[in-house]
């Protein structure tokens, strides 16, 4: 095996040293360890159970201005289908439009005064269908599937004189208006959305490293050694990246505006407001895994194993509403949900604080908690 | 009248995950003084010294520092001490001016460009200002650190081995800065393994597994070890170590060079122990002082049988 060095350039002898030296390496590193065999459970777990493009069972609210036999067949069509979920009833215009804003329902049917006695006629009514189109891929495939469950829905009772609507053109002028985007563009949807990824990446990642490096380069004990107090470097080291996260935005913002034309159509100073609580929970989140890690590489684990479910599960990249009950249970813990919800809800849907306002408390509550684990645990770190 | 004392604590304990660290100790330093502060690593020289400046806090024991409580006024303390770690911990990747001017923020000085200039003129620095911290040889980076710590005129200095791998020039020089400081009525705690830094101190204490065993000054330290020691020189002095090595009435025989100090604390049995080797041809025998570092170990060798 090992021979002469000049014949055999490679010794097993010293490639196995070095080999056992990095196990043991490898396993001493209790969290490299565990990252190396979570993530891909983690991942098998997101991308496998939790992960669906096609989402289902979609909230669905219903308006109904003509109660006869057609219009409960369309109602009873819809709640059978899978796509849709039937949540209820709205008496107005005014309250679907608030239920839609606030993201209570996806979509919204109404069907219009007069509906049965205009379809007995041949005349083709209107059936109005209007969807939250933010985000178009999670719309689109049960918008398509409407025209086939109209068609099942009605052809049973088209019978006797009304046969003959079965052969013609639709019975039914079926309009969808995609609210809020139109157009169906999907950038809309994401380049907001972008917002909050990149302020979670950045800030969650720079505040753990900014506190660990100070304890890995060991110039923590002389920043302890003088008068400050734990409070005083945490906000003092926090503000920077503030400035940057809102640096960063304004970016993204412009971005939006000029390069891919968002519309924009909400208030920038209620935007401002939210982004502050946004930014602060991800660097409370950076802060609290910089009192855990020992050195820059586990601060830098901790923040992938946050930025991973929070990018899946949070709604950026797959719609929410695909994902089974207990990932959307687990999605809702992440800032990133709500902060998603509200950034879209401003930009695209013009929202005001009353329709954000249910996403601004977790994100608050988040917060909370983070800040209360970092300074217990900071404060412990001095001993 | 006794002068007044900076440091003032009576029976510190600290332990860490069970382990006690620090026992029982007891300390009063007048002020003005520079107190050495030796003991093997891992005698708890600086869990010690963090102690004292409110680092850490102690899990038995009273005290006072600068005539402040250890235990609750921390931040009183702090302000009046300064503290140089025994690891370089000054920002690599600020310049000289950059992490002077840090400090004299963070300590709420006034006049804090005027400070920082003349603390670059004294370092003799002023050129390099706008050099990176972390670029700077073992020596100067030594010499920076004590500045920062001196820069809020702190009345009790804590330096924890603040020469080690430090030529000996830079150490003179270093020591010099120190004696200055002490004239001008700075207290200074000093932690150091040099035995001729141990020598420069107005005083030193000795610790081992977390104890003091004995403090004074060098003069009385080296009388109060009962320690006689021979001076054997010549030809194979230092060969002849191994052989007196663990004989009665032997607690160690050191080579020195070709030299070789044999020592013991009864005269009688050491004198009985060397008896077959005194008039051995071309060794001359001479009784001795015993050294510090004889001393030192004589006093950690004891100190094992009976703690371990």
Redesign the interface.
Known sequence: MTGDPARFPLSWTRVVAIMVKEVIQMRRDRLTFAMMIGVPLLQLMLFGYAINSDPKALPTLVNIQDNGPFARALVSALGNSSYFRVEGEVASMAEAEHRLANGDAQFVVTIPAGFEKALVRGERPALLVEADATDPASASNAVAALTVLIRTALDPALTGPLAGLKSGPDPIDLRVHRRYNPEGISQYNIVPGLMGVILTMTMVMMTALAVTRERE??????L?????RPSEVMVGKILPYIVMGYVQVVVILAAARWLFGVPGVGSLSLLTITLLLFIAANLAVGFTFSTVAKNQLQALQMSFFFFLPSILLSGFMFPFRGMPGWAQWVGEIFPLTHFLRVVRGILLKGNGLAEIWPELWPIAAFLAACALVALRRYRMT?? | MNPPLAIDVEGLEKRFDGRCVVRDFSIQVPKGRIFGFLGPNGSGKTTTIRML?????PDAGTGRCLGFDIRHQA?AI??R?G?M?Q??????DLTIAENLDF?AH??GLDRRRARVDEALEQLGLGQRRRQLAGTLSGGWKQRLALATCVLHQPELLLLDEPTAGVDPKARRDFWDHIHALAQGGMTVLVSTHYMDEAERCHEICYLAYGRLLVRGTVPEVTAGSGLVTWLVSGDGADALARTLHNRPGIAMAVPFGSALHVSGTDAAALEAAIAPWRHAPGLTWSRTEPSLEDVFIHLMDSAEDNFQ
Do not use: I
């Not at chain 1, 302890?224 to 400050?228: D, F, G, K, S, Y």
């Open positions: 380069r060991g110039t923590m004990e002389s302890l050694a003088m008068p400050v001095l001993d | 400046c409110g680092l850490l806090t931040a702090k302000r001490v503290y770690t690891r370089f911990s000054l920002y690599e400090v963070v300590y």
